[in-house]
C-alpha cells in the first residue's frame, strides 16, 4: 500500500506558489528598505547585480569578496547604463530613467564612467539596508523550510569551508536571493508576454487565491503537480487595493495593469468585484511551461544555498 505520508512525485506547481509568495514578499522587503516603490525597487536590485556582476566570473576576486571577503570597492563596481537595465528589465527606456533619477536623487546610486550607474558601496552599511539583509535572511529560511517540507532539498551538501563563512551568510543569502527573484520574474514575463509591474501582479493575485490551499498540507499534496490545479471555487479572491498595498504601488497604476490582465484573460473580477485567476490559466502550456523552468530554478537556488551553508532539514518525515 502507498505511504500515506510520502510526499507526492510532483510538487512542481506547490513550489511555483511557495515562490510566488517569496518573490512578493522580497518585492516589499527591498520597497520598504529604500522606501520607494516596487518598479524602483527592481531597478535598484538589477543594478547592484549589474555591477558586481563579473567580479564572479572571476575567481580570484569571487574568493575575495563572495567566499567571505569585503564588499566589492568602488573601483571594482562596474557601471551600468539605463539602456541596459531597462532592456534586462523588458522596461521602456524613459521609464526606467524615470525611476533610476529617484534612485540618483535618493543617493542608492551615483553616477559612474561613461554615464553609467553604480551602486556604491556605502549603501550597504546603511540601517534600513543592513535591516533588509536581516529581513531578507529570515524570509528565505523560511522560504527553504517550506521546500523542505515540500520535498526539495539540496542535491549536494555544503560547500568544503562554508562553515566558515556564517559570519558572511546572510550578505550571502542577499546576493543568492536577489538572482533568484529577478530571474523568476524576468521567467515569468518571457513566457506570459508580461510587464514588470503586471508579473508581479499575477503571482500575487495567484498568490492570495491559493495561499490557504499552499499552507494546508493535505491540500499542498493534492494540488501541487504542474498538472493539478483546484477548481475556481476554492479561490479566495484578492481587491485591487489590497494588490496596490502589498505590492507598494499606487491604487491608479494597479488599476491599470490589473485591466490590461483582465483583457489578456490572464484573470478576471469574481461576483465579489475581487480578482482571480481562473482554472484555465493553469492550464496553458506557457503556464505549464514557466511551473517546470520555476522548479528547475528553486533546486538550482535550494542548491546554492546549501553549498553556501544554509541547509535546513525537514520537518516533514
Known sequence: MPDPDALPSDVSRHVMSLGGDFFVNASQIITTSIDSDLVTGMLFLAIVRANVRHLLAEPDLAAVYFEPGDLPPEALRRPVSVYAIARELHLPYETARRHIGKLLASGLCVRGGDGGVVAPAEV????????????????????????????????????????????????????LSSDYFLNGVELLMTNMNLQLAEGLMFLAIVGANTRHATRDPALADTFGGVDESPDDGPRRTVSIYNLARD???????????????????????????????????????????????????????????????????????
Open 124 to 175: 550597504n552599511h546603511r540601517e534600513d539596508v543592513r535591516a533588509a539583509v536581516r529581513t531578507n535572511f529570515e524570509a528565505t529560511l523560511r522560504f527553504v523550510q517550506a521546500l523542505a517540507d515540500a520535498g526539495v532539498t539540496p542535491t549536494g551538501g555544503p560547500a568544503p569551508g562554508a562553515a566558515a563563512k556564517s559570519a558572511y551568510l546572510p550578505r550571502e543569502v542577499v546576493r
Open 247 to 317: 505590492l507598494r504601488l499606487p491604487y491608479e497604476t494597479t488599476r491599470r495593469h490589473v485591466h490590461k490582465l483582465i483583457s489578456v484573460g490572464i484573470c478576471r473580477r469574481s461576483p465579489d468585484r475581487g480578482l482571480v485567476a481562473p482554472a484555465e490559466v493553469y492550464a496553458r502550456e506557457d503556464f505549464k511551461r514557466g511551473v517546470v523552468q520555476t522548479f528547475d530554478m528553486t533546486q538550482a537556488f535550494v542548491n546554492d544555498l546549501a553549498a553556501a551553508g544554509l541547509v535546513v532539514a525537514p520537518t516533514r518525515p
